[in-house]
């Protein structure tokens, strides 16, 4: 059974950063994309970032290039999000997710869903 855990959220003021983690159980993270989406109230799920394993190549999506780094440690099977000068926009419920086909974008590609980490940023 594959299992995603999320830690690392909080409350942060703008201008702040954030390390989000993935801990991913029941696969073997290099062999699937992993990444990020996002949710805000009243709003569809966003995906943020992304691993691809299909070529090694990073998404971000455009309003966040520049301040977050998807990073992973396979040998701890996690799966980072380093957020950096974060602003109020960025508040949302954090989700990591698998594809298990590398595809991305919409959240009906996503194979499995962690529980969601809270990130609020304050003005």
């Known amino acids: 059974q594959v299992r995603l855990v999320e830690s690392g959220g909080g409350l942060v003021q703008a201008g702040g950063s954030l390390n989000l983690s993935c801990a991913a159980s029941g696969i073997i993270i290099p062999n699937y994309r992993l990444g990020w989406f996002r949710q805000s109230p009243g709003q569809a799920r966003e995906g943020v970032s992304s691993?691809?394993?299909?070529?090694?190549?990073?998404y971000y999506v455009d309003s966040v290039k520049g301040r977050f780094t998807i990073s992973r440690d396979n040998a701890k099977n996690t799966v980072y999000l380093q957020m950096n000068n974060l602003k109020p926009e960025d508040t949302a419920i954090y989700y990591c997710?698998?594809?298990?086909?590398?595809?991305?974008?919409?959240?009906?590609?996503?194979?499995?869903w962690g529980q969601g980490t809270q990130v609020t940023v304050s003005s």
């Open positions: 691993w691809s394993s299909y070529d090694g190549s990073k």
């Open positions: 997710a698998v594809s298990y086909g590398d595809s991305w974008g919409d959240a009906e590609y996503i194979d499995t």
